[in-house]
Structures are given as structure tokens and as C-alpha cells.
């Protein structure tokens, strides 16, 4: 007796979350390949406050500084509200159907266009639908694809990530808040954080810590 063929709601259930992640990462792909220099340039800015620098220029090119950084971060949001667009179900099914052998997923969803009163035609195409279906059981999520470096060759993100990094390291988010005064900073500003630690010496030495 030929197994039960079920329909597409049963195929998707089959799939749902292979196909649910597939389709986060298509849009974890498109997110960064379209925001990437608005993440890039919030990065840079936040790390140039970190590290203090508008306590080291006037009040003047702070402003002018400030006015040039929100036109940047308006222009590539805008860039990238444009360049974006939200993953299909069916791009997202396309792509998961691609990781497997023989495409099953569409296999799955074809219908028999010739020959379905033929019995001998009929047992061939359930076989067919039976090997294609079984493969459904292997299906994993299609890993995204986050590499931008086709429209970074330059590789600026790279530089906006290590300039945060830095900032984060020999920095303080503490900072930041100094723009809102617009001044120099006061002494306990320019200090910044201090490290203060302490050396213990073998007891048979008899030396102070």
C-alpha cells in the first residue's frame, strides 16, 4: 500500500524551523549589507566620545563636527532604507531548498502533470515523492551570508569596530556625557579613570607590599 501523501500546510509544518531560521538569516544579510555604514559611523562617533576628543577642540568644531556626523547618519539611513528589503517566504524556501540534494522542497510541492491515470506512471511519480519527501528530514537552516567587503573594500567597518574597541579598552562611557556642556572638562574630567593595584612579595623576602 503506497504511503500518505500530505499537502503543502503538512510540508511547511515539516520544516518550520529550518525554514523560520533560514529566513532570519536573510535578514540578518540584508540588515547589515544595507545598514553597515550607519552602524560604521555611529561606531566611530561613539568612540571619539568615549576617548574625550570634543574636550580637546572648541565649542565650534564640536558643533560643526556634531552637524557633519548627524547629515552622515541621516544620508546612510536613508541609503539603506532605500537598499533595504524585507526576505520573502518563497526566497526564503528557495534558498533552504538549495542546501539539498535534488531540491525536495519544490519536488514536494509539484503535482503530477502527465500520465496521473497511467497506474505504472502513477507508482513511478509516488516513489518520486516519497524519496523527495524523506528528504525533507535534513533539511537545516541555510547559513547567512554576512560579508560586505564587495561594497567595503576598503574594509571601513573594520576600522569603525577597532576604533570602538579601543575606545571601550582606554576609554569611558562616562565621557560622553561631557558633550552636553560643550567645554573643556573640569580636572576630575580630564583625569579620567585611574588603576591603582598592588604587588605582594614572597613572605621570605620580607619586603613590603
Do not use: C
Not at 544579510?29 to 545598514?35: D, G, I, M
Amino acid at each position: 500500500m503506497a504511503p500518505e501523501h500530505t499537502g503543502p500546510s503538512d510540508i511547511l509544518r515539516r520544516i518550520r524551523w529550518p525554514l523560520r531560521l533560514t529566513w532570519w538569516g536573510m535578514l540578518a544579510e540584508r540588515l547589515t549589507r544595507a545598514f553597515w555604514p550607519l552602524w560604521s559611523l555611529l561606531f566611530v562617533v561613539l568612540a571619539a566620545l568615549m576617548l574625550g576628543l570634543q574636550d580637546e577642540f572648541a565649542t565650534e568644531w564640536v558643533w560643526g563636527a556634531g552637524a557633519l556626523a548627524l547629515l552622515a547618519a541621516l544620508w546612510t539611513g536613508y541609503r539603506g532604507l532605500r537598499a533595504f528589503r524585507w526576505p520573502s517566504r518563497d526566497g526564503a524556501l528557495a534558498r533552504l531548498d538549495g542546501t539539498l540534494k535534488g531540491n525536495p522542497i519544490q519536488a514536494a510541492f509539484d503535482t503530477q502533470a502527465i500520465g496521473a491515470r497511467d497506474a505504472a506512471s502513477l507508482a513511478v511519480w509516488r516513489a518520486h515523492q516519497d524519496r523527495m519527501r524523506a528528504r525533507l528530514a535534513q533539511a537545516r537552516a541555510a547559513q547567512p551570508d554576512l560579508r560586505v567587503s564587495d561594497a567595503d573594500p576598503f574594509a571601513l567597518r573594520y576600522v569603525a569596530l577597532l576604533a570602538l574597541s579601543v575606545a571601550i579598552l582606554f576609554g569611558s562611557i562616562m565621557r560622553v556625557q561631557s558633550v552636553t556642556s560643550m567645554g573643556a572638562g573640569g580636572p576630575e574630567l580630564a583625569q579620567g579613570p585611574s588603576w591603582e593595584g598592588w604587588m605582594q612579595p614572597p613572605a621570605y623576602t620580607r619586603q613590603p607590599s
